[in-house]
Every structure is written in C-alpha cells, then in structure tokens.
C-alpha cells in the first residue's frame, strides 16, 4: 500500500546537501519519491518504505542537531581562551599583529567599530571571519555584507548588462571571503535563505536590521548622506562593522567622503570604536608593507 508522510515542520534547507544530494539517496535506497516544499520532506511510497526512509531522514537531522550544537560550543570555547583568534567552520583565523587583536576585541567590546586602514590589513578578512563565528554561535540571526556600488570613477548605467551583472564586480570580494570561512554549499544555501546577504548599499535603504552582522565595506567610497543612512539602519541585538582606506577615496573631488566625516562626527560618542591600522597590520606579501610605506612618503613631501 502506498502512502505519503511529511517529516519535520522545520527541516534546514542545508541538511540537503549539495544539489539535494540526501533527497536523491533517499529516493534511489528505498524506492521512493521525496521531496523538499515548505521546509518540509515530503516522503511517498509503499508503506514498509517510507517507514524506514522517515527513519534515516530522522536520523540525519538528529546527527544535523549535535553537530551543529558541538560546531557552537566549539566556537565560543575557542575565542572565550584566546580572543584574537576566530574559530569558523573552514578555518581557524588569528590576528597577526596587535592593531589585529584589537580590531577583533574592538568587535566584542562595541556594537559599532570603525576600522580604517590600507590594503591587506585585514579589515574586511577578519570582520567577515567575526561575522561568520557570530552567525555560526548563534549571537546574531543573519548576516549583512554591502558595499557602495560604484567605484574608481565608473558608473553602473554605463556598465554592460542587467543589474546584478553590473554590481557583481564590487561585491565579489564579499563572497570571496565568505567562502574561505564557509563551505560552498553552505553559503550556497544561507544566500538563498536570507540568512546571509550581501548586496550593494542603496538596498540598504528603509530598513531596519535586527539581530544582524552588518558590515559596510569600502566606506571610504560612501557620500554623507549614504553613511548616515546606513549608520540609521542599526536594529536591536546587532553588530556594525565599517571598514575603509581614507587614501583610496574615488569619489569625485567635490564630494566628500562619508566615512572620513564621521571621525569628526562621531568621535566623541563613548560606545562607537575606531581603529586605525597601518602597514604594521599588513597580512599580505611583505612587499606590500614596503609599497605603502613608499606611496605615504611620497604624499608627505
């Protein structure tokens, strides 16, 4: 006799695996149809079946539970020892200098944290590894990772293709550092669920967000108006990290930038932190120290 069963009213979509590689297994082991709708397994089949394929999805999503229980509390024992590393689930991170370690305390220690330094210090590397840990302790709900979509003098309707073609460029860097701390599937899946977003800063616009990671990258590019609309986005129970090289501003000379406004503005507000970092923070070849070095001695005579 045939018969249908629905499993769980809230099953992960990441326990699907890659391309809903556990679904297929199911199917193909014990001859049956299964399928994902509204969070959902939906198992159907002769009966002695489906009851020993319910019992096998059980079990995943019981090993699903202890996994990720152990995943959290591996975490927050890691960084409650040792405070300048970040524990996520591809990689341990660790500061490599002490304007580092302090930029990762900086993020525990303050709901916005303002780090300002050249390329290669480790500003938006380390503030997406912290966002990950965070997500994975489950000490925020989600993720948010945006940038200003337009850079070095180039503007999007002149740029080939549909919108998210054209912002791909400026926030593929976003992705690049969430895939070294996260499996691919499991961005994969987080970025179809909302749980992490990342997308340019104009979609910011109107919102307010609530138990969230936020980061602001390439800040140095964000006009007055923009920062203090991204600033006033802040819900309740979040993070705020901004993160930016005040020397690598390509906004047009007439126009100032946001985040080199708000070292005036905000400078005297106790719970806000700024951190400054230099060449001694680089984390790259260590050629890259010697060229910043040479660029800042050339704009001091």
């Given at each position: 006799m045939k018969v249908s069963i629905s499993?769980?009213?809230?099953?992960p979509t990441e326990v699907l695996g890659f391309q809903d590689e556990l679904l297929k297994n199911i199917q193909t082991k014990f001859n049956i149809i299964a399928s994902m709708r509204d969070q959902c397994i939906h198992l159907k089949g002769e009966e002695?079946?489906?009851?020993?394929?319910?019992?096998?999805?059980?079990?995943?999503?019981?090993?699903?539970?202890?996994?990720?229980?152990?995943?959290?509390?591996?975490?927050?024992?890691?960084?409650e020892k040792?405070?300048?590393?970040?524990?996520?689930?591809k990689r341990l991170v660790k500061a490599k200098s002490t304007g580092q370690a302090g930029y990762l305390k900086a993020i525990d220690d303050y709901d916005i944290v303002i780090s300002i330094g050249p390329a290669g210090t480790g500003k938006t590397y380390l503030g997406v590894a912290k966002a990950v840990s965070y997500l994975m302790s489950k000490r925020v709900e989600r993720i948010i990772l945006t940038r200003p979509?337009?850079?070095?003098?180039?503007?999007?309707?002149f740029l080939p293709g549909a919108l998210e073609e054209k912002v791909d460029p400026y926030l593929r860097p976003l992705y690049d550092a969430l895939h070294d701390f996260l499996p691919y599937d499991r961005v994969k899946k987080y970025l179809t669920m909302k749980?992490?977003?990342?997308?340019?800063?104009?979609?910011?616009?109107?919102?307010?967000?609530?138990?969230?990671?936020?980061?602001?990258?390439?800040?140095?590019?964000?006009?007055?108006?923009?920062?203090?609309?991204?600033?006033?986005?802040?819900?309740?129970?979040?993070?705020?990290?901004?993160t930016g090289d005040i020397t690598q501003v390509d906004l047009p000379s007439n126009i100032y930038s946001g985040?080199?406004?708000?070292?005036h503005i905000l400078k005297d507000i106790q719970p806000i932190r700024f951190v400054y970092l230099d060449e001694r923070d680089v984390a790259r070849h260590n050629l890259v120290q010697k060229i910043i070095k040479a660029y800042e001695a050339k704009d001091t005579t």
């Open positions: 499993i769980s009213d809230y099953v002695a079946n489906i009851k020993k394929a319910a019992k096998a999805v059980k079990k995943v999503l019981r090993d699903l539970d202890t996994e990720r229980k152990d995943e959290h509390q591996r975490i927050s024992k890691a960084e040792d405070p300048s590393c970040v524990t996520t689930p979509a337009v850079e070095a003098g180039e503007s999007l309707g749980t992490i977003e990342v997308a340019p800063l104009a979609f910011m616009r109107g919102r307010t967000l609530n138990d969230s990671f936020i980061i602001l990258d390439e800040a140095q590019n964000t006009t007055s108006i923009q920062m203090k609309m991204f600033l006033t986005r802040m819900g309740w129970r979040s993070k705020v990290v901004i985040l080199i406004e708000i070292q």
